[in-house]
């Protein structure tokens, strides 16, 4: 089955940095990446997805990065606020199939 | 994007009791509905798929005698915990599927078990 590994953990940055998740997956037919934020103790929230037919999406501030030959893709957060900061967690799925999650990023902006 | 909601958001029981969550998706029709379970400060950890009209499918190591799914619409799923015991105690968060792979989440259920 899919197995999606993220990196790092956690990650601490200054308001106004740029902000990078990372995370790969081993699956070759998952064709589906959202990224999810969550606030202690709320429900995840949609804030990003691609699909394998693309190579990257842009946002606003938010941007993913998908390399499927390399089996990897990124989160990028320009300018970050501390309203940034929350867990992120980035999944793959195969479409009409279930979703596995990566173990999630604790994101710390500090103002 | 799609609304998902779910009740209660917080039940506190005792030992052996057991515990019904309801997951409902407001403006849509959702076939399939998906049930997570996540423990303070760690990754949403699929417990079962739950398919409107047939049986959930359930993932390795979850029992399904003591986590019943019920998909009885196309707009609510429920989760019964069975003779819960404090190791159920979790945050239980429900999904809807909409169109073939963008899921939405409940708010979440935070069970405590005494």
């Known amino acids: 089955g899919e197995n999606v590994e993220q990196h790092p953990s956690t990650l601490s940055v200054q308001e106004g940095d740029s902000a990078v998740i990372k995370c790969t997956y081993s699956?070759?037919?998952?064709?589906?990446f959202p990224w999810y934020k969550q606030e202690l103790g709320k429900r995840p929230q949609l804030i990003i997805d691609?699909?394998?037919?693309?190579g990257e999406k842009k946002d606003q501030r938010i941007a993913v990065t998908l390399n499927k030959t390399a089996k990897h893709f990124s989160l990028h957060i320009t300018e970050t606020q501390p309203e940034d900061s929350a867990v992120y967690f980035c999944?793959?799925?195969?479409?009409?199939?279930?979703?596995?999650f990566g173990a999630g990023t604790r994101l710390t902006v500090k103002p | 994007g799609a609304v998902v909601s779910q009740h209660p958001s917080r039940v506190i029981c005792k030992s052996g009791t057991s515990v019904k969550i309801e997951c409902r998706s407001l403006d849509f029709q959702a076939t399939t509905m998906f049930w997570y379970r996540q423990f303070p400060k760690q990754s949403l950890m699929l417990m079962a798929t739950?398919?409107?009209?047939?049986?959930?499918?359930?993932e390795q190591g979850v029992e399904k005698d003591k986590f019943l799914i019920n998909h009885a619409s196309l707009t609510l799923s429920t989760l019964t915990v069975t003779s819960a015991h404090p190791e159920d105690s979790s945050f239980y968060i429900c999904?809807?599927?909409?169109?073939?792979?963008?899921?939405?989440f409940g708010p979440g259920t935070r069970l405590t078990v005494l």
């Open positions: 999944a793959a799925s195969i479409q009409n199939n279930d979703m596995r």
């Open positions: 699956d070759s037919a998952s064709n589906y």
């Open positions: 999904s809807a599927r909409v169109r073939a792979d963008t899921q939405y």
């Open positions: 691609i699909r394998s037919n693309v």
């Open positions: 739950s398919n409107e009209g047939s049986k959930a499918t359930y």
